[in-house]
C-alpha cells in the first residue's frame, strides 16, 4: 500500500475500495497517490453531512518508465547507486528518484514526457553520468568509470616523523 500525502483520507483496500469518512457539505477535490501510477485527481465531487457519496471512480494510468542497469568497468552490477530522472513535460519539471538493486538494476517510474527523459547516476566510487534517453527503454546500461585517488605520506620537514594528524585535501 501506498500512504497518500492528504490531510484527510486514508489507503485503497487490496480490491481497490476506499471509504472516507467525517467530511463536511461541500464540493471536494479527490486525489489518489500510489508510487507505481500517476496521480489522479476527481474535481467536483458532492459531499452531504451524514452522507456516504456512492460509486466515485479513480481510474489510475502508468506513466511511461526507464528500466535499465549500472555496471562497472568490468561489467559487474553497481548497487546502491543514486539515479536521477528530469522528466519535463508540459506540467513543467519533475525529479523522480531511485537507487540500484545488488544486481545494479533500476527503475524510474511515472514520467509525464512520452519521447525521452534526463537520466544522471551517481555513486560515491564511480564518475558520474548522464545522458538523455527515451521513455519506455527496457534495457539501459550505464557503465561508470572508477574514480581515481592519491595515496601518500606526510612526515617533518627532516622526513623522520610521521605528522600524525594532518588535513590533506584538494
Known amino acids: 500500500k501506498t500512504q497518500p500525502d492528504l490531510a484527510l483520507g486514508g489507503s485503497s483496500e487490496s480490491d481497490g475500495t476506499f471509504l472516507i469518512r467525517g ?13 507505481h501510477y500517476l496521480d489522479e ?20 494510468k502508468q506513466g511511461s518508465f526507464v528500466k535499465g542497469r549500472v555496471l562497472d568497468p568490468d561489467g559487474q552490477p553497481v548497487a ?3 539515479v536521477l530522472g528530469k522528466d519535463l513535460s508540459a506540467n513543467g519539471m ?8 545488488q544486481d ?16 544522471s547516476v551517481e555513486h560515491n566510487d564511480f564518475g558520474s553520468w548522464n545522458k538523455e534517453v527515451p521513455v519506455n527503454a527496457t534495457d539501459l546500461e550505464v557503465a561508470l568509470m572508477r574514480l581515481g585517488g592519491i595515496r601518500g605520506v606526510v612526515v617533518d620537514a627532516a622526513g623522520v616523523s610521521y605528522c600524525d594528524g594532518a588535513g590533506v585535501g584538494l
Not at 23 to 35: D, F, I, M, P, Y
Not at 42 to 59: A, N, R
Not at 104 to 119: A, H, M, Q, T, Y
Request: hydrophobic content about 40%; charged content about 25%.
Open 80 to 82: 546502491n547507486a543514486q
Open 41 to 60: 485527481s476527481i474535481k467536483g465531487v458532492k459531499v452531504s453531512e451524514g452522507v456516504i457519496t456512492p460509486d466515485v471512480l479513480l481510474v489510475m
Open 104 to 119: 545494479g538494476s533500476f527503475v524510474i517510474e511515472n514520467i509525464l514526457s512520452d519521447d525521452k527523459i534526463e537520466v
Open 23 to 35: 467530511l463536511k457539505s461541500g464540493t471536494v477535490e479527490l486525489v489518489a497517490k500510489h508510487n
Open 94 to 101: 519533475k525529479e523522480l528518484r531511485a537507487t540500484t538493486e
